[in-house]
Nanobody, 120 residues
């Protein structure tokens, strides 16, 4: 199973910015849809953004216009640029990808998560 490694979380004041990164070996992130999800304390994990292999993107309404998901194929990395952060964006952010392995079995992989905290 491919391992996803997230980085870039931290503490920021409201209105500030952070850039999260998700890295993986091989071309998994280039050839499959990649999601960012988040989980706030006491709440269920929720979808944040997706980038498809063709570069098209999708966002949950709460982050549209503030977050941007992108892919760097040369570095095999997916980024989540988060601007105009709000306290309600505070959560652990997870990278997620679903792909087929060499036997065409569907495999789901989550990163370990990176904490984002936004102070008011």
């Amino acid at each position: 199973q491919v391992q996803l490694v997230e980085s870039g979380g931290g503490l920021v004041q409201a209105g500030g910015s952070l850039r999260l990164s998700c890295a993986a070996s091989g071309r998994i992130l280039s050839f499959n849809p990649v999601d960012w999800h988040r989980q706030a304390p006491g709440q269920q994990r929720e979808f944040v953004a997706r980038i498809n292999p063709d570069g098209s993107t999708d966002y949950t309404d709460a982050v549209k216009g503030r977050f941007t998901i992108s892919r760097d194929n040369t570095k095999r990395t997916v980024h989540l640029q988060m601007d105009s952060l709000k306290p309600e964006d505070t959560a652990v952010y997870y990278c997620f990808v679903e792909y087929r392995d060499s036997t065409f079995r569907r495999v789901s992989s989550w990163g370990q998560g990176t904490q984002v905290a936004v102070s008011s």
